[in-house]
């Protein structure tokens, strides 16, 4: 099976600090897609961050920025200057070649005023 | 229409009774999937349709549970003589299928199933 592991199920950060959420996944494909969602206390899934696997370059998006490490399977996501707006549940996901959209069990990040 | 739609928002429904959340997904986008997802929990995959394919039906809890997708559109998953574990909220969501690959996923706003 091709899994998604999220090994933290809680982390909790200083109002704008940074932190990391760490991701894992497995696959055979050398092309296939990575996502960041959030998911706030309102329940709408939004996307935060792509990556595209044969890109090398690690996407960013604002405050948000991915470190990719193909080689060893890793996704993680980077918010900087933490803001209480962040705090919510993060979901790592990844998708491929005629594969659904696998997701991780997600990780709860609250932000600290 | 603008997002992926899905309802009831919310449905109280005795234990043992038959219920069916519809959803209806962004107008192109071939895949379609269906989550539950209970209190402060991850996502559990239930059913995936993509085009003309067989549904990968793989995640689905029991056979009291199915799903169909008309016209590849509106999908509805029905959930016969419901217990009060499949209290939980349901997720829809669609992606565009680009070659072989699927993009991100749009999510509904879920449907709360409370079996009372």
């Known amino acids: 099976a091709q899994t998604v592991t999220q090994s933290q199920p809680e982390m909790s950060v200083q109002e704008a600090e940074t932190v990391t959420l760490s991701c894992t996944y497995d696959t055979s494909e050398n092309n296939y897609y990575l996502f960041w969602y959030k998911q706030p206390p309102s329940r709408q899934m939004i996307l935060v961050i792509r990556?595209?696997?044969?890109?090398?370059q690690n996407a960013t998006e604002n405050r948000f920025s991915v470190n990719f490490q193909k080689a060893a399977k890793s996704f993680s996501l980077k918010i900087s200057d933490s803001q209480l707006g962040d705090t919510a549940m993060y979901f790592c996901a990844r998708s491929g070649a005629n594969s659904k959209l696998t997701f991780g069990k997600g990780i709860t990040l609250s932000v600290r005023p | 229409g603008a997002g992926v739609s899905q309802s009831p928002s919310n449905k109280v429904t005795e234990k043992g009774k038959d219920v069916e959340l519809r959803c209806d997904p962004i107008s192109g986008h071939t895949a379609l999937y269906w989550y539950r997802q209970s209190l402060g929990q991850g996502l559990e995959f239930l059913i995936y349709f993509q085009g003309n394919s067989a549904p990968d039906k793989s995640g689905l809890p029991s056979d009291r549970f199915s799903a169909e997708r008309t016209g590849g559109s509106v999908s509805t998953l029905t959930i016969q003589r419901t217990q009060q574990e499949d209290s939980a909220v349901y997720l829809c969501?669609?992606?565009?299928?680009?070659?072989?690959?699927?993009?991100?996923?749009?999510f509904g706003q879920g449907t709360r199933l409370t079996v009372v």
């Open positions: 969501a669609s992606s565009l299928v680009v070659g072989v690959f699927g993009t991100e996923a749009f």
């Open positions: 990556q595209e696997a044969y890109k090398q």
